[in-house]
């Protein structure tokens, strides 16, 4: 940005006097329902932020940390900034304008059906921040990095004192854009209200039916390609404003929690102690890491389609990420690349996310992601152009990779690309079988040496067929007893359990938001796995989730494998959320007796003929077990997981406990294992322990398998009624031990124990 500072001298009488002011000059518009910056259309690629400091717990108001956040976005390619329901201080305006950076504050208000924080419910509130709004003008008005003011993020109720601070404020100061609300859908309103000169929106309702304007509803429905976009949801009326994307992203991603070492301020990361602690308590502490970057690089792939999806779509004005960076509040909102203090995670680098944001980016619209041999490739090449002016005679370079040896080199020339428009530029096609006879992920380079751009995407390529499973390997779908004694007899078995009780759903993409927050929805967080592993030679996978999953994840399930020992790990593992870290299988395999056993939850039967990812993957488990590299050794619980015969079947429906420690909760105490405890409240003499069954059955004794710790006695009821639980059958003084029921009359006989 170039900057200036005007001078004014005042004299009046014998006072003078002299102030100086940053400026810069800029002319901000809209036409034809697109925004313009001195004439030219602009696209913001913006940064959520929620106004998150962990060491203070205030925004700085030192401008050289501003500089460092703002060009850390820079870095990602990120030009704007929009504060989610509040103003930056003084420094966050100073440093914008030097770094360039396009913000957008908003009133301190956020509302819900809640606590009388409705718009118009309160008109003391609302007169104070008509106010707020007029002194965020005169106090932040010339910064030329100011340039949108958005009343509010999701608010609720009386959309006319809206329409009248958003007057208000275009009558008060014209030198920026306005809009009443972020997200108009939180009040039912797809369009914008009256005055609104930009919109702030995730969907639209097009002939009736809702769309997003981001990949929350489509990851796993939407079988991959780079070919859609939201064009869809930008006919008329909704041209006739400039849109940019609410709260793009969301991608939830493993915590790390080395980062806790690091609150050496007025925050405590108690969460990510207690997502440590649960980690280490089911044994896989040491799988943290690999957690954070399994889990880290698939969110990288879902941010790099949900940009590029936006910016594939002539006629968007921009988008809004939700979120670089970490959010710690709002149940653990961990969907950044970055963490909360800024720094890298490690999952991706700046130059690979400018890949898919910047001015200018190379975009490929394939059909899809996973090809067969025997076809040809064929992709549309499209270049959005937001840099300041037209480009003409751009040479573009694409090749094609196996393992990083070339296959294919060449060329193609955009003759023009427009300023401020999506231009396609020609078609990238290749067959296939000249490249690769067998399974094979190929990367796809573009680059244009000229505009200093590249960006890249991996493609699959399969055999049309594949041959007969060895008669020698049995496979089922359902854990027989018949199916356990051949194994135990020494069979070789594939089992694909099509019913696997207590069975964890899964999908492609990992949690939206917080799966506190949003705890409805499925909390996989992606696979993990060695990608050297024989069982994968010809399945060609790096070792998390990439494109090539989806036809076997995006609606699948997973095995809690919880019982097997500590250090036991599957050899397709699926992360499960912090809040709980369940052990999750996918593939697993152990000795049953003189047999071997190998397990894929995953479906890799059906449907053949349409599937050529599970197909691959099903010729690659059998050719595994059919080498002398499948030797498993018996893993202590695993056939118990699947054989009904052998389960073991928790009689407790529910454990519950008032004021329970979520680190050590109380399920802890009835899960069989004595490496895990049960916190009770150190703020009470007494505490109750409800343990309700899941049918009726005599309690004639209980054990304790350890020591607790600080307990001077314990009570035992059985009842029907918490309320009336009549008289203990057991009393002890708490210590290790097995304990037996009283003997008690009921009238008919003497009987030992309660049911």
Partial sequence: ??????????????????EQVRIGFRDLSTADGRLLLNGRTLYLRGEHDPGSFPLTGYPSMDKADWLRIFRIGKEYGLNHWRFHSWCPPEAAFAAADEVGIYLQPELTLFSQNWEHTRVGEDSLRDAFLTDELQRLLDTYGNHPSFLLMCMGNELKGDASVLERWVAYGKHYDPRHLYASNANLEAMGKFLPLEGDEFQVAHAAKVNGRRYERRMGSYYNHERPGTTNDYSHTMQSPYDQWPIISHELGQWGVYPDFSEIERY??????????????????????????????????????????????????????????LDLRDYPAQGSAYVGLLNAFWDSKGVITPEEFRQSCNDVTLLLKMPKRTWLTSETFSAQLVVPNYRQHTLSGTLIRWQVLHGGNLLLADSLTADTLPQGEVTPCGTLSFALGNLVSHAAQLEIQLSAPALGISNSYNVWAYPDTQPAAPADILIAQEATPELLAQLEAGATVLLVPKHQPDAERITFATPFWSTLMFDYQPKSMGLVCNPEHPLFAHFPTASHTDWQWW????????????DTPLAYRPILQVIDHPVRNDKLGAIMETRVGQGRLLVCMLDILSSPDSRPVARQLKHSILQYMASPQFAPAEVPGLKECFFSTLRVERPYQSVRLDGENPEHPATNLTDGRSHTRCALPIDSARATLLITLKGERYITGCTLPVAPEGISGFDLYVTDDPAQPGDAIISGAGREGTYEARSWDNGFTVQKGKK
């Fill in 1 to 18: 940005p170039y900057l200036y500072t005007l001078t004014a001298d005042s004299r009046f009488g014998k006072s003078r006097g002299t």
């Fill in 264 to 321: 050496t301020g007025v925050l405590a990361p108690r969460n990510l102690e207690i997502f440590r602690s649960l980690l280490q308590q089911k044994g896989m502490a040491n799988m943290a890491p690999r957690f954070v970057d399994a889990s880290g690089r698939l969110a990288a792939l879902l941010y790099k389609e949900e940009m590029e999806r936006a910016l594939r779509t002539p006629g968007m004005d921009g988008f809004q990420i």
């Fill in 551 to 562: 036809e076997l994840t995006a609606h699948a399930y997973a095995a809690r494998i919880n």
